[in-house]
């Protein structure tokens, strides 16, 4: 199978690996490439076509080996795994690299609640030692004043500002992000559908239905027509029979490849559009938790639960005192008596009054540090989370946060509308909270 590779991707990879390998007189290069973007798009499935199309031998390590009971094993272990791919640079005779997935999950900060370890510092520090001295890499122990060969180290992570700075910094990791564009997407798209002839015009169909998706939701689509070859399969043999006809088989099992169309295409695609926005939407840990149950004002609706904060910082609001329903009226009639013209936000607040846990959540985001916004999407995108800014406040008065924010629900009042908290320091959301349904349905915070 002939898979795609952007020229984006490839031009990037193939220029740092080279040169490093090169000797460039007064150059000093950065031996880190971190290539970071959005989960599913497809960072260490390009990288690996890149190695196989230059022919570059790679050591791996996965981000979940960078954590260990013992203090300093997964520092040794980055040193031993470099170690490694510069031997076989010399025994083998041909370029290597040493790959790092995910590196952010395995020693980034994500929140106040993720545990800062000593093996997480000494990660950082290695890979700030060995991006510093490449080719004078020591194991813990002993000391060997032999140069050994330079190696590039190639890391891919979703969210790089998470990582300890100086590790990131210009001089010992250059930044690629990768957001594949519209041709990059029929190109990777077109790759895995390739051996089903599916044509480009299905092709870009496809690929324009579910522009929100990530690449690897189109070879998981592709999968899924296969359940029906399987279950055809079990219904032949007998449920009881499928484990002794699958585990060691007598003779190789074959299926015929299914009927690859279109149709059946966008409505199996459908189905796991719909099977994403569940998992949104239900939220049922709020219903079996007591803690968060007890922090909701009345029952879940029937047909769907409102969907929980979605905190990266320790929540305060459990302790800020509660506003009365009262209190948030008089506020709204207050401003009202304050001679504001007809249409002006402080009567759209008043007209659509708020509920008073959005009232307190917005305070309390407010006396936080955070800056408050709000986001929009009708009922055909909710199912693609095609959410649109409405407004980004920037004020730290609550009442005019309270104003906007019932301005944004009168203004949009057949569509679903959302709360947002904002770090402005690493402009990171620290909450997501839908508060309107579409004709004007409010959820409180839970």
């Known amino acids: ?62 981000g979940g080996e960078l954590e260990s009971p013992d203090a300093g094993d997964p520092a040794r272990l980055i040193r031993l795994r470099y170690r490694e791919a510069a031997e076989l640079v010399r025994v083998r005779g041909v370029m290597a690299v040493l790959m790092i997935n995910d590196l952010d999950a395995g020693a980034g900060r994500f929140d106040a609640m993720t545990q800062y370890t000593v093996n997480t510092q000494l990660v950082n520090n290695t890979l700030m030692n060995i991006a510093d001295t490449p080719t004078n890499v020591q194991l813990p122990g002993s000391y060997d004043d032999k140069p050994i060969q330079r190696v590039p180290i190639i890391v891919t992570g979703n969210d790089f500002a998470t990582l300890y700075e100086p590790l990131v910094r210009d001089g010992r990791m250059e930044k690629f992000y990768w957001q594949p564009d519209r041709s990059d997407r029929l190109g990777i798209v077109g790759g895995i559908f390739a051996p089903d002839d599916l044509g480009s015009g299905a092709i870009e169909r496809l690929v324009d239905t579910f522009p929100q998706q990530a690449i690897d939701f189109y070879g998981a689509l592709r999968a899924r027509i296969y359940d029906e070859q399987v279950r055809e399969f079990i219904q032949s043999v007998g449920i009881q029979a499928v484990s002794s006809r699958v585990v060691n088989p007598a003779q190789p099992l074959h299926f015929a490849k299914p009927q690859f169309s279109l149709d059946h295409l966008l409505e199996v695609g459908q189905q796991m559009v719909n099977e994403q926005r569940y998992l949104q939407e239900m939220r049922l840990a709020d219903q079996y938790n007591r803690a968060l149950r007890e922090r909701s004002p009345g029952p879940f609706p029937s047909d769907a639960a409102p969907s929980p904060p979605f905190y990266r910082a320790y929540n305060a609001a459990a302790e800020a005192p509660p506003v009365q329903a009262n209190e948030a009226n008089e506020a709204n009639g207050a401003n009202g008596a304050n001679g504001q013209a007809k249409g002006s936000p402080a009567q759209a607040a008043s007209a659509h009054a708020l509920p008073a846990d959005t009232v307190r959540q917005v305070e309390t985001l407010l006396s936080q540090g955070y800056r408050v916004g709000m986001e929009h999407v009708d009922q055909r995108r909710f199912r693609t989370n095609a959410w649109q800014t409405c407004s980004t406040l920037k004020t730290e008065n609550p009442d005019e946060a309270i104003a906007a924010l019932a301005q944004c629900l009168g203004s949009f009042p057949d569509e679903y509308v959302r709360l947002i908290g904002v770090n402005p320091k690493n402009k990171q959301r620290v909450l997501e909270q839908i508060i309107q349904r579409p004709n004007g349905a409010q959820s409180a915070p839970v």
């Open 1 to 62: 199978m002939a898979y795609y590779i952007s020229p984006r991707f490839l031009d990037k990879l193939a220029i740092h690996i080279t040169k490093n390998y090169l000797n460039l007189d007064g150059v000093k290069v950065p031996l880190i490439l971190g290539v970071h973007g959005h989960k599913g798009e497809g960072k260490t499935f390009q990288c690996e076509l890149v190695y196989e199309r230059m022919g570059i031998e790679v050591v791996h390590i996965s």
